[in-house]
């Protein structure tokens, strides 16, 4: 059984681990962290984690950047291991998550859905075998009206993955709107649609002379993400200090 601390538990993203978590037999939150308890919760929350006197295994975080020098005070004290969720942390932030590495397991990962750490797996495998045999390989991501970066920190992630598996050879192509020319050997295009409702779809595409092979995955809700946190949680439990992703999670 992973005793996990929920950071960020009254959150959408907070609410709906919570939900996963009590359906699972193997993972129990003994405790929340929030700014405010005004939630009916099973288990006490905590509007400081370091005012949290309750044994746990793993931090799932779910919460903002500002929380961030109190979550790995709190983790590296009590080697507690930690998930990292949440988005929009600065460079300096980032520098960091990855020193705490030193004293207690940490993981940051660009995406937690399962299916997406799968598909950064398949596909450089995919890369490997068909751009030597001269592919071209496109990356389309679609999200919703709402979401203001682009291209997605997910498709820059698939796009990295292809370039690791092919020793950094290729260079990103986000508009082809002001040059003239044909599209170049050595180059990976990414493109972005923003409209509606679009949870998030993002699309791989390896076209050859002839013939087209595409790896897509779409997310339905954002389920996928608390999902994925919870496993990884499952993962991290008893883990040595250091660095992890979701890639650790997928290979196992």
Sequence with gaps: ???????????????????????????EIVAGIDLV????KTYPVFTNIADCDVPAD???????????????SYCTEKKVAVVFCT????????AQIKAAADKTAVMKSANMSLGI????KLIKDAAKLLAPAGFDMEIVERHHNLKVDAPSGTALALADSLNEALDQQYEYKYDRSQERRRREKY???????????????????FAGLDEVIEFK????SKSVFAKG???????????????YDMGDVVCG
């Design 1 to 27: 059984m992973v005793r996990i601390i929920m950071s960020g538990c009254n959150g959408y993203m907070g609410r709906v681990v919570t939900e996963i978590v009590a359906a699972d037999e193997d993972a």
């Design 37 to 40: 308890d005004n939630q009916d």
């Design 58 to 72: 793993v931090v799932i975080d779910f919460s903002s950047p500002k929380a961030l020098d109190g979550l790995l």
């Design 87 to 94: 988005t929009g942390y600065s460079d300096g932030q980032l």
């Design 117 to 120: 750490n799968m598909l950064l």
């Design 187 to 205: 180059e990976i295009g990414i493109s972005a649609v923003r409209g509606g409702n679009i949870v998030g779809e993002h699309e791989v595409i």
């Design 217 to 220: 995955h779409t997310a339905y």
């Design 229 to 243: 946190a919870v496993q990884a949680a499952k993962y991290m439990k008893d883990k040595p200090a250091g660095f």
